[in-house]
Structures are given as C-alpha cells and as structure tokens.
C-alpha cells in the first residue's frame, strides 16, 4: 500500500534519513522503531507531505506521491497524528472531530454561508459519526468541551478519533501510547486491532513502549541514525543483535 | 442629538471595519495590521470615482469594495504563507506605503489638501444627505455585515478557519488547504474594510490621509480584543464603548493638544493590558452547539 525507495532527508548538515526503503502491505499494523533520533517523525512528516525529501521516492497505492502537499495527501487516503499532540485547543472536542471528514460541501466558501441543505444534512451526519467514534474512545461526555481542557491523555484520543474522521485506507500513529495510562493504552490497542481486522485498515505507528509494538504489530523496521538496520517480525526483530545493540540494550 | 447620531453613525462604520478585522485576526489568525490601508483604498476608490468621474454613489461604493478585495488578493498571493509576525510586519507595511500614495499622489488624491465635496449617498434617486438618513443606511449595511461574517464563523468553512488560527498544520493534517482558507478570509476582511471606507467617504464628504492611519488598526484591533477574538457581537459593542470613551474625552475640557494625545495614550495603555491579561479578550467566542 505504501512503499517508500531509497528515502533519504538532510537539514543542513546532518542527515536524518539515509536512503530508507520499506513496504507496507495493505492490511497490516506495521511499526517503526528506532532510538530518538534515528529518523522515525521524520519519515512521518515526510510521507504526508509536511517535509520534502533530499531524495528517493514515496508511492502510495502505486501512485507516486513525493512532493505533494499534505491536505492532497490526506485526500487520497492517509491520516496522521502527531508525537506532541495538535487538538485544536480553543475548539470543542466535536468541532475537532468536524474538522476531519473530507469533500465537506459546507467548507465551500458560498455552500458554507448559503448553509445549502446539503450542507446541514451532510453536517447532520457527521455528527453522528464523531458521536459514535466518541463513544467508542470513551470520550462522548467531552463533547462540548474545550480539547485545551482535556487532559494529554484525552487529547491524544481526540487526535486518534479526529483522524479516523477522515476515512482514511492508511493511519499514521506517532507514539499513540505515549502518556497514557495502562487502561486506555490497551482500548487502543484494541481499537487499532479492530481497524484493521474489521475495517481492513493499514496502520503504521511509531511506538517506544516495546510492549505495544510487539504485542500488535505484525511487521517492524528498526531504524539507527536514519538507516534502515533490520525489518521483520516482532520476533525476528527483536532477537537481532543489532537491534539489540543500538535500541533494546538488552 | 446630532452629536449623537453622528457617533452611531461614526459606530457603525467602525463596527464594520471591527467585523472585518475579526474575520481575519479573531477567526483566521491573520495577523492584519494593514486595515486602515483597506479602509483608505475603499473611501478613496469611491470617492474619486462618484466625485471626479460622476459614477453613481452605490456603484463607487462597490468599486471601492472590490479594489479592496483584489489589493488584498494580490497582497495575500506572496504573503498568506507567512505566519504571525511576518504577515503583521508586511500588511503594516502596506499601510504606511498606501497611506504615503494618498498624502503623495497629488493629481488624483489631492495629497495632504484632501478630496472636499465627496457626493452624499443616494438610493434610487433618494439622497442620503442627512445624519439619521445616513444612520438608518449604516445600520442596514453593518447588519448585512455581521449576519455575513456571523453565517461564516457557523459554517464548517467558518470552522476551518479557526482551525487553521489553532494549529495550521493539524489543519493541513486534515485535508484542508489553508492557503486558500486564509486567502478568503483576507480577500472578504479587506472588502468589508472597504465598504466601511466608501461609507465613511460618503458620510464626511471629505477624506484626507490623516483618516487612514496606523493608530485606526490598533483602534479595531483593541476592540475586538475587548469584545473577544472570534467573537463579532463582542467586537461591535466593544467598538461602541470605545468611540463613546474617545468621544466623551473631547468634552473632558482638555485643550486639543492635551486631549489627542491622551486618547491615543489611554488606548494603547487598554491594548497593552489586554495583550498581557485577555489575549483572547473579555467575552470569549461563543461554542457552537450541534443538536
């Protein structure tokens, strides 16, 4: 589904990602993990266009998407969080959720202030769809309320649930469990697996809690220094010497 | 009671050009320090056109509003991207170098003389060359005004722009393309603040530079931080306390050269406690309910 040739991405002097190539197949949860530092946002921001590559290519159901800006790439079928969490902190938790599914005709400047009547019904049904996406993260009474307001925790889950809203074929998690306690970490879990076994979605997460990656990944790539070191699955991966060497340090 | 109306009057157009910078700053972060040059383009445009040209009143006020509306298209084009301080830094620059053309452009503006015997408005052959004509006419056209932006801020286009004076980039990790998101608000903000000028023009009958200065912007700009960024009815009334507070100082007794300075002074001191203590201002932005 997503498949990134020989990537590479310098700032200045330093280069964040050297010649990285990976395939994600449809239908799998697949982790990046690597040190701090060793390049995972940075493939992030860049296959969903908030960074330009030095070189290499990104192909997104075969159709070659470097270069292209972020709201094009949402278009076609990938959604995104973030490492440091982006709610919308003076709107409320269903303005946020509004804010994510795509071709809305109300956000056409004269359809919005016209208010058509497709507008309102097609707004109706969003609605419904962040109320029930609320319910499943636990979030429904929070619906009124300020993101700002929420805790970091709950704010992460509006970011996860704000992405879904946009339908995507393929989400990109960046530390979806970072901060968040025990409990809701494995609601996570259990909804990301239900992605992708109910809804047949793809899902790539970069995640430090070695937990999580192994517990519900199917595939991972280890990243050092921006270099692909290793790729396989969890089990594979995390008997590698290497791997081993530069993050588990075990 | 003439004084009265002349301040409604004076209200409304100040109201307008407050709903024309809560466009742009409150609900879609653009930093505009630029108003009052959008203010000038509209009196001037439609001044020039109904004076030296004899185009109808309305068609010049018209005029007036959509040379704003492509001045700030064109100012918008480079400029859009820049965020915060950047687009603050470029639009007053704009300001100055606009308010440097009205003083400097003798053939057409009259420079510093300014431009005497502006036409009265006039409505299907009625002319609208009294106060409370004029006022029942302001009212009308800041009513169309707040019912526009206020349909904005409650459609889903309304609800991007805010998103976008959130975090821009969570936006764009939406889907949405804030470029031409922020390149509506400011070509709508300026065309507001344009109509605002034309009125003016049409009201006073004469225009000079010293109507469009920078001091007008952070005027608007304390209003609607006082009414609540975002938040319109906020804005319009906040603009009412502050031109009756401005007005009432003139009949403080203090001598003209004492009393100007002292305005400017108490209204900068306002925005700087308000920058400090309510950067969102008093009366936050209304949620919008959905059933």
């Known amino acids: ?250 | 009671m003439e004084i009265a109306v002349h301040l409604l009057v004076l209200i409304t157009i100040y109201g307008i050009l407050a709903i024309s910078l809560n466009l742009m700053v409150g609900m879609a972060g653009l930093f505009n320090l630029g108003l009052a040059a959008f203010y000038g383009i509209g009196a001037y445009t439609s001044a020039i056109l109904s004076r030296n040209f004899g185009v109808p009143v309305g068609l010049s006020l018209l005029a007036g509003v959509a040379l704003s509306a492509l001045i700030g298209f064109i100012i918008g084009l480079p400029t859009v991207k820049l965020v915060g301080d950047y687009l603050a830094v470029v639009t007053m620059g704009l300001g100055e170098i606009t308010r440097a053309v009205f003083k400097n452009w003798v053939p057409v503006t009259r420079g510093p003389m300014g431009l005497p015997g502006i036409p009265h408005m006039s409505l299907f052959g009625f002319k609208l060359d009294t106060a409370p004509l004029f006022l029942a006419f302001s009212f009308v056209m800041i009513a169309i005004s707040f019912i526009f932006v206020e349909r904005i801020r409650l459609s889903p286009f309304g609800r991007v722009l805010r998103g976008v004076r959130e975090d821009e980039m969570g936006a764009q990790a939406l889907g949405k393309n804030t470029y031409w998101y922020k390149m509506i608000a400011l070509v709508v903000g300026s065309g507001l603040a344009g109509l605002a000028g034309g009125l003016f023009a049409h009201y006073m009958s004469f225009i000079d530079p010293s109507s469009f200065v920078m001091w007008l912007t952070f005027f608007i700009f304390l209003a609607i931080m006082m009414g609540g960024l975002g938040n319109n009815l906020g804005a319009v009334v906040a603009t009412g306390v502050l031109m009756v507070l401005r007005e009432g100082l003139r009949f403080a007794g203090l001598p003209p050269a004492v009393a100007a300075p002292l305005q400017q002074l108490i209204f900068g001191i306002l925005l700087i406690i308000m920058t400090i203590f309510a950067p969102r201002g008093l009366i936050p932005e209304q949620k919008p309910r959905y059933d």
């Open chain 1, 1 to 250: 589904m997503l498949r990134i040739e020989n990537l590479s991405k310098d700032f200045g002097g330093l280069r964040a990602v050297d010649h990285c190539s990976f395939e994600v197949p449809a239908g799998t949860i697949f982790g990046l993990i690597g040190p701090n530092g060793s390049g995972k946002s940075t493939i992030f921001n860049l296959v969903t266009g908030f960074l330009l590559p030095t070189e290499g290519e990104i192909y997104f159901k075969g159709e070659r998407i470097t270069g292209w800006p972020p709201y094009a790439i949402v278009r076609k079928g990938i959604a995104r969080t973030f490492q440091l969490v982006r709610v919308f902190r003076n709107m409320t938790v269903m303005e946020n959720m509004l804010m994510g599914p795509k071709h809305q005709a109300g956000e056409n400047f004269v359809a919005g202030v016209l208010n058509l009547p497709a507008v309102r019904r097609q707004e109706r049904e969003n609605v419904r769809k962040a109320r029930e996406l609320l319910a499943i993260m636990g979030l429904e009474r929070f619906e009124n309320e300020y993101a700002g307001n929420l805790s970091y925790a709950e704010q992460k889950l509006v970011e996860i649930a704000r992405a879904l809203m946009t339908d995507p074929d393929f989400l990109m998690l960046d530390e979806p469990a970072s901060g968040i306690n025990p409990t809701l970490v494995e609601n996570i879990l259990q909804h990301i697996r239900r992605l992708r076994d109910e809804h047949g979605k793809t899902i790539l997460l970069v995640e430090h809690d070695m937990n999580v990656v192994m517990n519900l990944c199917d595939w991972i790539v280890v990243l050092n220094y921006g270099q692909k070191i290793c790729e396989g699955t969890p089990e594979t991966v995390s008997c590698d010497p290497r791997v081993i060497d530069a993050y588990l340090g075990v």
